[in-house]
């Protein structure tokens, strides 16, 4: 799109009013946009979501004219407007913005039936690369303009903490430390972060022993000890910390773009028309992906509902199949992003369910986190929480959820789709293709025009290539992951302090942790 079209197009979404955030756990108290940015979580424990959602102009929607004109950069640009109020960051500097951030394309590709959305093509060759980017240079705007420093803490189950950390690199204002389960990402993410770890002085990756929800109890309780007293209160807000996970909220509202830039190429390439609703498949582990996918429904993107996907750590599959919240212990998989026990967007997606519905009752968010700790395979009724009927039946009529429970399964289905279409996918993707096959044959959806999200590069995960029987991908090489296959991840493992206190921290945090144990 031509910039002077794209300046009068924003100037239409611009709302009269900026939008302000409001916690989950409580409404009345708004949070303005800088704020939200840097604060991370709500000071009550609780994560921050838009006071409203304001949809686009209808005439957009249905306009293919518009649709085949944007460029990835141009939609973030459109959804970010009615976020970003413009007395802080004017049309022009904000479309510079993400010109630099969104610099790649997001490619669909037909693969029996469906449409496969490679969300891999980013620096980094994940799809956390669309919202980390933009979070970077926002953050580093507000350092520069308030002249402030910050120090974000990131957990992460593989691919968010190198995507952070990139976006990050050499910014000097901004440090960032990434926890990471010590067995819990593959090796190529692993040599990913140790990578960036020893490019650049302002980033550090820390191994923590147990899996990502231990690593995410870390990252909120730092968060929470700025206002909650605990032995680390002051140094924590002497260190200016934020968050850069989904936890943050504007880590979130940038990966609407990958909807609408899915959406604009199929009405590009004549598959749909400009208004039709299609169906999105999309694998999740925090729910991030999938709340992002709300926002883009409730902004006016057409989707019919969504195909989600889980792997053996199958809570949110429980909560929307049969409104119970239950699950078994632990479990690693071929998918570690997906490994994840306790998401932290359960809390918007069970708030968006209240507004929408018009619930009064309200939601023990507090109780239900401290209940999804303790493993339970005969469950607990949400209604228990203040989950209402109406609340879950929305919930079912736009989300559908498939487990995919064994990696056999993902690896069977990766040797099949390759044999038969000579498509290289991974395994996150995978469970999303299968969760489709599974919605198509129980009629769940039917001749729906279905995007299915490959949501990492398949070269990340060699394991899982070996144990189906794929050979690598010869299509959209990476140059990044292609160098450090040849790295050595024991030369790379070299122990390197460049912030050591916030390691002081993250030591102090997980003694406490231990001590109330």
Known sequence: MKRPELLSILKMVTPEKPISFVSTRNRKHLVPFWQSLVQGMADDGGLLVPEHLRSLPKKFISDAKFWKSLRLSDISSILLRSFIPVREVGDVELVDMLEMSHNFKIPLEK??????ARLDLGPTASFKDIAARPLARLIDLYCKK???????????????????????????????????????????????????????????????????????????????????????????RELNVSSANSINIWRLLPQMTQYFASYATLV??????????????????NMGHLMAGIYARELGLPITRFIVATNANNILANIIGSGMLKHRGFMKTSSPSMDILDPSNLERLLTYSAQKTGAHTKIDLSQMKKDIKEISVRGTDLKKYGVTEAMLGLLQSIIWVEDIET?????????????????VLEPHGVTAFIATLRARAKKAITDDVVVVFETAH??????????????????????????????????????????????????????LARAKK
């Open 407 to 423: 990696d056999d399964e993902v690896y069977a289905m990766m040797r099949h789709v390759a044999e038969t279409t000579g498509k």
């Open 146 to 236: 308030y002249d402030r420093s910050l120090n974000i803490i990131v957990a992460t189950s593989g691919d968010t903490g190198v995507a952070v950390a990139d976006a990050f690199g050499g910014s000097p204002r901004v440090n960032v430390t990434v926890l990471y389960p010590s067995d819990g990402v593959s090796e190529i993410q692993e040599k990913q972060m140790l990578t960036v770890h020893h490019a650049y002085m302002n980033e550090q990756v820390i191994p923590i022993k147990g899996n990502f929800d231990v690593c995410q109890d870390l990252a909120k309780a730092i968060q929470q000890a700025r206002t909650v007293p605990s032995a680390v209160t002051d140094v924590v």
């Open 111 to 116: 693969c029996d039936g469906v449409w496969i």
């Open 268 to 285: 590009r390439q004549g598959t749909i028309r400009a208004g039709q609703k299609i169906v999105f498949a999309v694998p999740t582990g």
């Open 458 to 511: 398949p070269d990340k995960f060699p394991e899982a290539l070996i144990a189906s029987g794929v050979k690598p991908p010869k299509v959209h090489p990476h140059p990044i992951l292609n160098r450090i296959k040849k790295e050595s991840i024991t030369a790379l493992r070299r122990p390197t302090v460049m912030m050591p206190d916030i390691i002081d921290v993250v030591q102090a945090m997980q003694t």
